[in-house]
């Protein structure tokens, strides 16, 4: 492997005997800020250092590091620096060994290694973001980029796409790690590329390179629906679709146009995040919802709807169920002023919880919901609605 590579190399500069301990360290050439020998070491400790480039193969950088045979001393301290601003994360490969060190170079990273006397060793580094490895701190794609070995982003960290980044193979993203899709940034997957996450709460993209959104997820399971809320124009988030299969894991939004060119002044940010939900007794729950993803530059709605003034609900309000008593299905009525989150839950009489029918953001207006107890006991029951600080609680009989 070794020798292979290095015929394919073009070579760049050299330093040749170099006594490190005696002559001081080498420092400040390509991605190596210093070399030097450990602060215990003494003697003669002479190396040979070379830099190379690989014509085929864009942004890959290499150095050749040689200890002469005379030489006393094994063990040497690297210095790297960051050969190019556009990144920060980089995978460094010892193509003699194989050894792999992933390397955040927003700051100088320091490695030790043994070099026995007459050997060399050839280092390559690679960006992250093009040849696979870890994102351990933050990095941005400003241009046009393929990714072609598997991608980590680590806890904390958030990979920003601003151009196409065209994936390859697959991005494992841990709990808190995130990708960010800004304006005219999109992520594209050819062969068996693909988004992995820990956390499925962290999966929410959004495609920002044409004329509307698209939303890109990650499937959550079988059986499953996703319900998707937008908020733009107003202060509010309002259910815009339901996506009934557990296979779709995208959506345009159609009613929302991305604007391009000078910035204009109907523009406003849009806002979406989704809700999974599964049916079990009889009814749909919500499982979990992604974060909440952005696109900056939304067209607003100039005109809006009118309103008649005797549809305009102004209160809050949970009715009484009918038919009460109920065998086994009852429908439960609730009214809305506001665009708001909305729980509603049934209890027992000793107050444990038997099944929660609503747990999401709805828009304004009124609601019935049915209420199937073929799976409870007779008794007496309570449901309860919680909108943000309103809350009411009625009473119900079930009689079988």
């Known amino acids: 492997m070794f020798g292979k590579t290095l015929k394919k190399l073009n070579p760049l500069s050299q330093t040749l005997a170099k006594n490190i301990l005696g002559d ?12 030097n020998a450990l602060p215990a070491e003494s003697g003669d400790f002479i190396i040979d250092l070379g830099f190379f480039s690989n014509p085929q193969v864009e942004e890959k950088y290499y150095a050749l590091v040689l200890n002469r045979w005379y030489s006393f001393l094994s063990h040497l301290n690297y210095e790297f620096k960051n050969p190019n601003s556009d990144h920060n994360n980089y995978i460094l490969t010892n193509v003699n060994t194989g050894q792999r060190y992933n390397l955040n170079l927003s700051i100088h990273h320091n490695l030790q290694s043994s070099l026995p006397k007459g050997d060399a060793h050839l280092f390559e580094l690679s960006p992250s973001v093009k040849y696979g490895g870890q994102i351990q701190t933050n990095e941005t794609i400003n241009q046009n980029t393929i990714l072609e070995d598997n991608l980590t982003i680590t806890a904390d960290d958030t990979l920003y796409i601003n151009a196409v980044y065209t994936v390859r193979d697959t991005i494992f993203v841990n709990t808190g790690g995130f ?25 929410l993209v959004i495609n920002q390179n044409t004329s509307h959104p698209k939303l890109i997820w990650q499937k959550y399971g079988t059986g499953n629906r996703y319900k998707i809320y937008r908020q733009k124009d107003n202060p509010y988030f309002q259910l815009i679709a339901t996506i009934q299969s557990d296979t779709i894991k995208t959506y345009e939004d159609i009613n929302t146009i991305i604007a391009f060119g000078t910035p204009q002044m109907n523009e406003t940010i849009a806002n979406y995040y989704i809700v999974v939900q599964e049916f079990r007794k009889n009814n749909w729950f919500s499982r979990d919802t992604t974060n909440i993803a952005d696109v900056t530059r939304a067209v607003a709605n100039i005109e809006k709807a009118a309103v008649k003034p005797e549809n305009v609900i102004t209160e809050y309000n949970l009715l009484q169920n009918y038919p009460n008593p109920f065998n086994p299905e009852t429908h439960i009525h609730y009214q809305l002023a506001a665009d708001s989150r909305v729980l509603l839950t049934i209890y027992d009489i000793l107050g444990n919880e038997v099944a929660v029918l609503v747990d999401e953001v709805k828009p304004a207006g009124k609601y019935e919901i049915r209420f199937d107890a073929s799976h409870l006991s007779s008794g007496m029951y309570l449901y309860k609605l919680t909108v943000g600080n309103y809350t009411k609680v009625q009473k119900m009989l079930l009689l079988k």
């Open 179 to 203: 990708i960010k899709i800004n304006h005219g940034g999109v992520i594209e997957f050819e062969n068996d590329g693909a988004l992995v996450y820990e956390n499925w709460s962290d999966c």
């Open 24 to 35: 001081g360290h080498l420092y400040n050439q390509y991605f190596i800020n210093k070399i």
